[in-house]
C-alpha cells in the first residue's frame, strides 16, 4: 500500500519554530493535509518527549497515534547538528534519525547527552563526528536509521559549500555503510543527486524540515513509499530496499539556497544580489564579500556522471500558497485557511489535487486554473539564494538560468 509520509519536522522547541505546535494539532492537520505517516520532531527534547508519552499511544510495532485521529502515525524523529573537527577545520552538519521504539530512544538520548545539551535545542548540537555517531547509534540497534538531511545546503548540509567535502566516504568515514538514503531538500530534486556516481546506490527521501503547523509548510515535499503493512520495520526496509515510490519536491528553484547571492539584510543599503552559478561571480558586487554559494553551484562542481533517473518524482506547489496568491492576503489569513480546509475536505487530502483531474473537486474556477497551469509546469520562479525563497511566477516559463 502506499503511504504518504514527511520524515523530518521540528516541533516548538527548536530554534526559529512556531510556538503553537503540539502533537494535537499535528495529527489534526496531518490528517487533513493527508500525510499518513509523519516524524516527531525534536524526540531528543526532555519536554517534547513527555508531551508525546502523555498524549501519543505507542504500538508494539513502534508508531505512535493520536488515539482521535488514528488515521496519522508517528515515527520517533529528531534532526541533530553535529560539530567536529576534520582536515583542521570546524565541521558542523544536519542528520534525521529515526528510532524503532522509545525504549532504544531512551538508551541513545543517555549516550548521547555526554556530547551536547539535549535540554536546549530541539534540534541539538552534539560534539561529535559523524562516523562515530553513525556506527554507535548502529551498535544500538540496527533499525535505528540516521539519514544526511539536505544534503547540498551550504551551511549544514553534508556535501555543501561550506564544508568542503568531495565525497559522502570522506565525511562519513565507515559510518557510511549505514547510510542507506540521503535527503534532498528544498533547493535540490533527485536529478541533481543522480549526477554524482557516489550517491548512486542510496534511496533519495523528501520531507518538509516544517518549523509550523501551517498546510502551506508541513509536507511541502514528502516520499511516498510502498509498505506491506503499516510498522516501522517496514518504513525502514521500503527506505533501505528503495521501494520509493515517488517523491513530492519543491522546485529546486524555490528554495531557499538554489542560487548563488546575498540576501538585502546582509547589506547597509538594503540591496540583494543573485546570480546563476553559470556566471561564477565569487564576490558580491554590493560588499564585496564572498557571495553565499547555493546548491546548484555544489552540485555542478559534484557532479561526475550521467546516470539514467530511476527516480520518479512530482514538483508540487503548497496549496495553501497558491490560493493566498488567487485570493490575495496571506497564508496566515482566515478566509484563506478556510477555502483551503473546504477543499481537502473534499479531496481527500492535498496531495490527490496532484494526482487527480480536478474538475470534478470543488475548487473555484480561478484557483483551478492555476492549479493547472503548474500540473503543465507554465510557471517558473524568481530562483531562491541565501535564506530566500524563490518567488512564483505564472505564465509562460522562460529559460532564465
Ligand atoms: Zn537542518
Ligand atoms: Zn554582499
Redesign the pocket.
Known sequence: MEKICDLHIHSRYSGGTSNLINVRKLAQNCRLKGIDIVGTGDCFHPLWIREINLHLEEDSDGLLTFPSIPQVKFVLQS?VELLWKQNSTLKKA?FIVLFPNSDKLKDVSEFLASFGNLNKDG?PKLNISPEKFIVNLESFDKMIEVIP??IFTPF?GILGNNLQFDSLKEALGDGINFVHAVETGLSADPTMIRGILELNNLSIISNS?SHSLNFYRLGREATVLDLNRVTYQEIIKSIRDDRIIKTYEFNPSEGKYYYDGHRSSRHRSNDSYFCSPKRNVIYCPVCGNTLTKGVLSRVYELKDSEIPMKENFQYIIPLLHLISIVNGGSEYDNKNVALYRNIVEATNGEFNIWENNTDFYPIPYELREVINKIKSGNYWFIPGYDGVYGKLQLGQSINHI
Open positions: 534532526e544536519h534540534r538531511a539536505h549544514y524540515d
